[in-house]
């Protein structure tokens, strides 16, 4: 059974950190590219920032260089470094695992964990 398990969401004022991690399980945790998504309220579920198996990033624009993404394959783990936080950052944050398979695609989702930046 795959579970990814997200953790660390809370509330944080404006110019804040959160970090979040995810731990991932029933996976070859390795032959995954690992994301991050978010559903911000009343909008589409967006990618934040991803990281292939090789270990290569990448960061939608709206990061601008405030968030890390980081996976340890030895712990099955991917976190998410968020500082500078924005009132705009507020969303349900998701942890994804996809790797590509014959036909298609094997992908996985946690259940998410809430991120709320309010003065």
């Known amino acids: 059974q795959v579970q990814l398990v997200e953790s660390g969401g809370g509330l944080v004022q404006p110019g804040g950190s959160l970090r979040l991690s995810c731990a991932a399980s029933?996976?070859?945790?390795?032959?995954?590219?690992m994301a991050w998504y978010r559903q911000p309220p009343g909008k589409q579920r967006e990618l934040v920032a991803a990281v292939t198996s090789s270990s290569r990033t990448n960061y939608e624009d709206f990061v601008e260089g405030r968030f890390t993404i980081s996976r340890d394959n030895g712990k099955n783990t991917v976190d998410l470094q968020m500082n500078s936080l924005k009132p705009e950052d507020t969303a349900v944050y998701y942890c994804n695992a996809r790797k590509p398979i014959w036909g298609g695609l094997d992908e996985y989702w946690g259940q998410g964990t809430q991120v709320t930046v309010s003065s």
């Open positions: 029933g996976i070859i945790f390795g032959s995954y590219r």
